[in-house]
């Protein structure tokens, strides 16, 4: 129940934050944010991480392809392998 409870926190804190940084963007009365432009900057930033991410992983995957490949003069058999136990 306790991190039931410091789960609801983090997330109250994480919609809070954004929110009450938008409310006081303002710096004189009459000036309003164009909602078209924050939607497209949070979606824009969150594309950039997601691409990041997915760069990471795909080049972590094909690394692996190559490093372990049966024909890799390198790659030895487990000893699970060498003596047929599975």
């Known amino acids: ?13 994480l ?3 954004p929110t009450l940084d938008y409310v ?6 009459g000036e309003y944010l164009d909602r ?3 939607i497209w900057n949070l979606f824009f930033r969150m594309m ?7 760069a990471v992983v795909s080049g972590t995957m094909i690394w692996l ?5 049966e024909s890799n003069p ?6 699970y392998e060498e ?4």
């Open 65 to 69: 392809i190559i490093r372990f490949r």
């Open 83 to 86: 003596t047929g136990e599975w």
């Open 15 to 17: 919609v809070i934050v």
């Open 36 to 38: 078209r432009v924050v």
């Open 48 to 54: 950039v991480v997601a691409f990041t991410i997915g």
């Open 1 to 13: 129940m306790r991190s039931k409870i410091g789960l609801l926190v983090v997330f109250t804190i």
């Open 24 to 29: 006081f963007a303002q710096e004189e009365p």
């Open 74 to 79: 390198k790659a030895k058999p487990t000893k």
